[in-house]
């Protein structure tokens, strides 16, 4: 018994919360920022569409009932596919957006893992671990981990 506990207190874990990396790390909002500038004014089109398409609608259906058969027919078969390209543009900006999210996600996430295996081997951890049910928080070193990575800049 007395090998089992020496062994278990050279045995030095240590737990990184990747998810707090990613909301507190200077880096991950650098990035979040980045993304908004890149997708703001696409958002912002979208959006004025969407809007531009419902007032159209709320218009085609006050008028529908006095527009002769013809014209609401063209009319409704416009609105119908207003709406489908505004979709497939919805579609294809959240498809972008969450592109362009894992790259930069991504990005961050090597920076840490740099510093992580720093902080491993300057500390002599044997294991380090970003994925678990429960851990104890004096295993904890995100706190590290983030402050290496604001120093690395």
Same mark, same amino acid.
């Given at each position: 018994m007395a090998t089992v506990g020496a062994f278990a207190q050279e045995f030095r874990i240590g737990f990184v919360n990747t998810d707090r990396i990613l909301r507190e790390a200077s880096q991950a909002k650098a990035a979040q920022t980045k993304l908004e500038?890149?997708?703001s #004014?696409?958002? !912002? *089109?979208l959006q004025s569409q969407a809007r531009d398409l419902k007032a $159209?609608?709320? !218009?085609?259906? +006050?008028?529908? =009932?006095t527009m002769a058969d013809g014209v609401r027919l063209s009319r409704q078969r416009q609105l119908v596919d207003q709406d489908r390209d505004l979709q497939r543009k919805q579609r294809e900006?959240?498809? *972008? /957006?969450? /592109? #362009?999210k894992n790259e930069e996600l991504q990005l961050v /996430?090597?920076? $840490?893992? +740099? @510093? %992580? !295996?720093q902080v491993a081997e300057t500390e002599k951890y044997d294991l380090i671990l970003?994925? $678990? @049910?429960? %851990?104890? =928080?004096k295993h904890d070193i995100t706190d590290k981990v983030l402050t290496g990575l604001s120093s690395a800049k």
């Open positions: 500038q890149e997708f #004014r696409r958002e !912002k *089109d $159209a609608s709320e !218009k085609f259906e +006050r008028e529908s =009932p900006f959240q498809e *972008d /957006l969450t /592109l #362009r /996430l090597e920076r $840490a893992n +740099r @510093v %992580i !295996k970003q994925e $678990a @049910v429960y %851990i104890n =928080p």
